[in-house]
């Protein structure tokens, strides 16, 4: 009986290379018992052409010459006899191969995790003051109380790509170092300037300068979003503010003024201030609609986010709320004139006031809804593929 020999180790095994295996290990003519690993087996030839497989528990199968399957790899039978010597070596060979090293993951994260704290008590040390005064202003200021809103959106998107940044390969980029000089030069500046949008901008930047030079592009790339929807926390610089509110100031009282005719209330608009028949009603600073505006645009993003996957519709939504923020601030202005033709000029400047502020931007919020229903009337098309 003539033995023939497999190793499965060996992978897959063409049909063409039957005949260069067998010059590789030419038959010696021996024959000897040998203890083979589990990943080895055994094969012998028998009259009828048939192959049985003996496994290391005694089990045996039967299969037709030359093709055998064992787990996940094809073993071509080979006419070798007994190459005693070169199977000897190869088990000797395991037997002193070293031992697969222990995983090295915790020691990694723990490393990790260290590193990043150490990155952020220094970022804290450096913008602590800076970050104080922002919250502040959050506070005091309502025109940019909607501040406190994306912190924790921000990292909802960045706890949201969680799976897609832990499959992203890492490739530190040196030029993030570059970034992070420039974040740390707009500081200086907006230090030393006694400009606060600059100092607090360079945050942003200098985050941006970290996540390049530890994750490469790939991973700004991944969190770009998250990275620029932190500028709406910040407060618009002074001179662009008044350059948007005098003009949004404008505008309301010339709305309102427009429309107070239609229910026969006579006005004389002068400027930003609107004279009615009893008092001079001031579109003031506070009045522009810049608030209900930033505040608008800031949740029309959010809203596009949750609500909407195609990325043209979302900046649809985002456009539209700048013109529902502008109605809705003169739709405020003519109640206010109305209540005070109509009603009484002093609750129409104290309570009505206060509390149409409230009403009116939960009236824009629904507009923002009717506009987002109107847009998916009209189904946006597919690409074929």
């Not at 399957?69 to 037997?95: L, N, W």
């Amino acid at each position: 009986m003539v033995f023939l020999c497999g190793i499965c180790a060996f992978g897959r095994i063409s049909s063409e290379d039957t005949e260069e295996k067998a010059e590789l290990f030419p038959p010696s003519g021996k024959i000897c018992a040998i203890d083979f690993p589990e990943k080895w087996k055994v094969f012998s030839i028998l009259p009828e052409g048939r192959f049985p497989i003996e496994g290391i528990h005694g089990e045996f199968s039967w299969i037709e010459p030359l093709h055998f399957r064992h787990s996940d790899c094809y073993c071509k039978v080979v006419r070798i006899g007994i190459f005693e010597d070169f199977i000897t070596r190869k088990m000797a060979q395991d037997a002193s191969a070293p031992a697969a090293p222990p995983d090295s993951r915790p020691s990694r994260n723990a490393q990790f995790a260290l590193g990043s704290a150490v990155i952020c008590l220094l970022v804290a040390a450096v913008y602590y003051q800076i970050l104080g005064k922002l919250v502040t202003d959050w506070w005091q200021i309502p025109d940019f109380s909607h501040g406190f809103l994306v912190p924790p959106f921000a990292a909802y998107l960045v706890w949201e790509k969680r799976r897609t940044l832990l499959g992203t390969k890492i490739t530190p980029a040196w030029s993030g170092i570059a970034v992070m000089a420039l974040g740390i030069v707009v500081l200086l500046l907006g230090v030393y300037g006694s400009e606060l949008f600059l100092s607090r901008v360079s945050l942003v930047i200098l985050l941006a300068g970290l996540v390049l030079c530890f994750g490469g592009w790939q991973f700004l790339k991944e969190l770009r979003f998250a990275l620029l929807v932190l500028l709406l926390a910040i407060p618009l610089p002074a001179i662009l503010y008044n350059q948007i509110t005098f003009p949004l100031q404008i505008l309301a009282s010339k709305l309102a003024s427009d429309l107070l005719p239609l229910f026969g209330v006579p006005v004389l608009r002068q400027g930003n201030v609107i004279q009615l028949p009893l008092i001079k009603l001031e579109v003031a600073e506070a009045c522009s609609g810049i608030r209900s505006l930033m505040s608008l645009f800031t949740l029309s993003i959010f809203y596009g986010y949750f609500m909407e996957k195609y990325a043209w519709r979302r900046v649809a939504l985002v456009l539209a709320s700048i013109p529902i923020a502008i109605a809705a601030n003169a739709v405020r202005i003519l109640g206010t004139g109305l209540c005070v033709q109509y009603w009484d000029p002093d609750k129409a400047m104290g309570f009505f006031h206060e509390f149409s502020g409230w009403v009116i931007f939960l009236v824009s919020l629904a507009c923002l809804y009717l506009v987002h229903r109107a847009m998916s009337l009209f189904p946006a098309k597919r690409r074929q593929t």
